[in-house]
């Protein structure tokens, strides 16, 4: 009697760690990287420069290149600023910027890193952005 516990113990063990296996290996892998942004000075009179650098990485794209994006104001377009040279997957894609402050009010910045397959992929996909930052042109 004793020995048919066991067994049935044993096997209920075996069970759960098979079952427990199968969960963890249909699971979705999240891809890792991530991406900075600073920017200086935070306030800023007309006429003079805000220094941006941006770098990123994440592994699910071959190809990488980080750009910087810039809108005046809190609301409408962005409009790219510039952007760094193509980076493989292994490598930080680094970007910098200096942009002069040309009229009162926000100034925003934000990364994006792009994410391609080959070199000369003519259709990078977004892989992460950053969050805004703000800076006040007084």
Known sequence: MLDMKRRSLRIAAIGAMGAAAVALATSPAFAKGGIDLTVTPRTVAVGHTV?????????????????????????????????????????????????????RGALQFRAVLYGSETPHDKHPVVERTSPVKTVTVR
């Open 51 to 103: 220094k941006v650098a941006a770098g990123g990485n994440d592994d699910a794209a071959a190809y990488l290149r980080t750009c910087i994006q810039q809108r005046t104001g809190t609301h409408g377009t962005w409009h790219t600023a510039t952007c760094g040279k193509l980076s493989g997957a292994r490598e930080d894609a680094k970007a910098n910027a200096s942009v002069k402050a040309a009229h």
